[in-house]
């Protein structure tokens, strides 16, 4: 499985960002792909995942309201929409997938991970 993001950059707070992931060498179609993220001297959380077969989604407390994640089948990319973005959420932010639904793959994580790219928001 091959994972590519794009995307990231710097914004200031309040704007909008758009994340793509695009994905690869899948063999079967009961898999999720989600985005993570990690800061410095922090954690890694599960930001928000989706099932590609049946769209289910998975979002974060902390961007509830905020983010929205969607799937392309035919293009094999998953987006993930910020808005309102806030300093917290600066990150780097990785692509990941795995076998399963959206809400194990946030919380306890994905099998393939893709190379993280950067967000920073800072006015």
């Known amino acids: 499985v091959q994972l590519q993001a794009s995307g990231g950059g710097l914004v200031q707070p309040g704007n909008s960002l758009r994340l793509s992931c695009a994905a690869s060498?899948?063999?079967?179609?009961?898999?999720?792909v989600g985005w993570f993220r990690q800061a410095p001297g922090k954690e890694r959380e599960g930001v928000s995942c989706i099932n590609i077969s049946d769209g289910d989604t998975y979002y974060a407390d902390s961007v509830k309201g905020r983010f929205t994640i969607s799937r392309d089948k035919a293009k094999n990319t998953v987006d993930l929409q910020m808005n309102n973005l806030k300093a917290e959420d600066t990150a780097v932010y990785y692509c990941?997938?795995?076998?399963?639904?959206?809400?194990?793959?946030?919380?306890?994580?994905?099998?393939?991970w893709g190379k993280g790219t950067l967000v920073t928001v800072s006015s």
């Open positions: 990941a997938a795995g076998v399963g639904g959206s809400y194990d793959g946030c919380v306890y994580g994905m099998d393939d």
């Open positions: 060498g899948f063999t079967r179609d009961d898999y999720a």
